[in-house]
């Protein structure tokens, strides 16, 4: 008989978006109880087509193979923010409409979070700037975020906001019953 091999981990992969019609962020993250990392961050450009049907179908195209591709189990996705002119409101619900549906007929869970829930879960302050929301996540994954526009990073932060509102979820995560049971299971991360 064979040694036996340690079964493999299970792969949780958030799937991050900031909707819109002009420019949608996305990110994929796994993650693990121990680390986190990038599988993809992007954005899609939709400047170039004039009809917004062919900008709502190529957004629903694009997810759903980004969806395939990386298999995530949810999809957590930024609440449109109320704005003066109702004319972008609706175009932007579409669009949140359309990347939801995109993550559904896949199968996936899909959590929506308000910008402002996004910003106190990845800095601890509600009112961050998105340079702010940028410079934390950078910190985090070793990234140079003036790589990519802000709505790659805005939706790294919907994917992350996610991941710290329910870690839980992720296979393998240990519950602690506070602070005091945190700390002595993880005496090597205190200093």
């Keep these: 008989m064979g040694a036996k091999s340690s079964p493999e981990p299970a792969v949780y992969r958030i799937i991050g978006v900031d909707p819109g019609t002009v420019v949608l962020g996305f990110a994929v993250v796994e993650v693990h109880p121990r680390s986190r990392r990038i599988v ?3 954005v ?3 400047a170039q087509f004039r009809d917004h049907s062919l900008r709502l179908e190529t957004i629903h195209r694009r997810l759903t193979q980004v969806i395939r591709d990386h298999k995530p189990t ?3 996705i930024e609440a449109p923010f109320f704005g003066k002119n109702p004319q972008s409101m609706l175009k932007l619900g579409r669009a ?5 549906a995109a993550a559904i007929g896949q199968g ?6 308000a910008p402002r829930k996004i910003k106190q879960s990845i800095t601890g302050n509600g009112n961050a700037s998105k340079e702010q929301v ?3 996540l950078e910190n985090e994954f070793d990234l140079d975020t003036s790589r990519y526009l802000a709505d790659a990073t805005d939706a790294l932060g919907a994917a992350m906001c996610h991941y710290y509102q329910h870690r839980s979820a992720v296979p393998g995560a240990k519950q602690f019953s506070g602070w005091e049971g945190f700390l002595k299971a993880n005496a ?4």
């Design 96 to 100: 949140q409409g359309v990347c939801m």
């Design 134 to 136: 940028a410079a934390m």
């Design 44 to 46: 899609l450009k939709l």
């Design 108 to 113: 996936l869970e899909v959590t929506e979070y």
């Design 40 to 42: 993809e961050l992007g």
């Design 74 to 76: 949810v999809m957590s």
């Design 188 to 191: 090597d991360r205190v200093r």
